[in-house]
C-alpha cells in the first residue's frame, strides 16, 4: 500500500552507492587473490568500502522498514536509493563514522536517516524502524564472521584473513553501540515508544548529546577495556581470534608500516 507512492526514480539504486559498491568488490578480490602489490591499501580501500556500503545499507533499513510502516516520504528524500549524499546527516552517517574507523577500529553509529514519525502508526513499528539499522550490522557481522567459523578460510591469504575479521569487528562494534538505550541512538529508540510521554519529554534535550556522552566514555580506559572484552568474546565465540582483528586494524593503517608479527 506504501510503496505504490513512491515513484520508480526514488527507489533506483545510486550510481554512487554501485560505485562503492564496486571498489569494495575489486579491492577485495585483490586482497583475495595476493594480486595487488601493497596488501595494506587494498585492505584499507576493501575495508572502508565495505563499511561504507554497510552504512548504507543501516540507513537503507530505517528508510524501508519505516516507508512501509506507513512514512512514503522517505522515498521522494531519496533515502531508498542507497546514496549515502541523500542523508540528513551526511557528516554523521558517513564521514565522522569513517574517521573514528581509521583513529580508533570503532564502528561507530552514524547519524539517522529523518522519519517523519507523525506518519507511522503502532509503538511496535516505531520500535522496529529504530532496530532495523542496527540489526542490518548484525547481519553483515554474520556474514563477514560466516567463514571463520564454517572452516572457509583455508589457503585464502592472511590479509584477506586479518581484512575479513577487522570489518566483522566494526559490524560487531558498530551493532552493541547501536543499540544502547541511550538518548540519540538506535537502542533508545527501540524502547522510546513504550516510555511515557513525561519521561520521553524529559530525555528529549539530551538526544543530540547522547552519542557524545557515549563516546567520551569509550574514552575512559576502564570502560573501553569492559567493552573491548565483550567484543573479543562476541568474536572469539564467532571463532575470530584476537590476532586476527588486530592484524586487520595494522593493515588498515597501512601508513604507518606493516607489523611484522603479522606475517604479511
Known amino acids: 500500500m506504501t510503496t505504490a507512492a513512491t515513484r520508480p526514480g526514488d527507489r533506483r539504486v545510486s ?7 564496486a571498489v569494495s568488490a575489486v579491492t577485495g578480490w585483490a586482497t583475495w ?7 595494506g591499501l587494498a585492505v584499507f580501500l576493501f575495508v572502508t ?8 545499507l543501516h540507513e537503507y533499513a530505517h528508510a524501508r522498514t519505516a516507508l512501509h510502516g506507513g512514512d512514503i ?4 528524500k531519496g533515502y531508498l536509493t542507497l546514496n549515502p549524499m541523500k542523508y540528513t546527516h551526511a557528516l554523521l552517517s558517513i564521514v565522522l563514522p569513517v574517521l573514528f574507523v581509521i583513529m580508533g577500529g570503532i564502528g561507530l553509529p552514524g547519524g539517522a536517516v529523518f522519519i517523519e514519525r507523525g506518519r507511522i502508526r503502532g509503538r511496535w513499528r516505531h520500535s522496529l524502524i529504530s532496530a532495523a539499522g542496527p540489526l542490518t550490522n548484525v547481519l553483515f557481522a554474520v556474514v563477514c564472521t560466516a567463514p571463520f567459523w564454517l572452516g572457509a578460510l583455508d589457503g585464502v591469504p592472511p ?9 566483522a569487528l566494526l559490524q560487531v562494534t558498530a551493532a552493541i553501540l547501536n543499540f544502547l538505550p541511550v538518548p540519540g541512538l538506535d537502542g533508545y529508540g ?3 515508544p513504550w516510555l511515557s510521554h513525561g519521561v520521553r519529554r524529559q530525555v528529549e534535550p539530551f538526544a543530540p548529546f547522547g552519542l557524545l556522552f557515549v563516546f567520551a566514555l569509550l574514552w575512559v580506559p576502564s570502560v573501553n577495556g569492559v567493552f573491548f572484552d565483550l567484543v573479543d568474546g562476541l568474536l572469539g565465540f564467532l571463532c575470530i581470534e584476537e590476532i586476527d582483528t588486530y592484524c586487520g586494524f595494522n593493515l588498515f593503517r597501512f601508513w604507518q608500516g606493516a607489523d611484522g608479527f603479522c606475517g604479511v
Open 49 to 56: 568500502s565495505a563499511w561504507i556500503v554497510s552504512l548504507c
Open 73 to 76: 516520504s522517505v522515498g521522494a
Open 15 to 21: 550510481p554512487v552507492f554501485l560505485g562503492i559498491l
Open 159 to 167: 590479509a584477506f584473513r586479518f581484512a575479513l575479521a577487522f570489518l
Open 33 to 39: 587473490t595476493g594480486f595487488a602489490a601493497v596488501p
Open 190 to 192: 527501540v524502547i522510546e
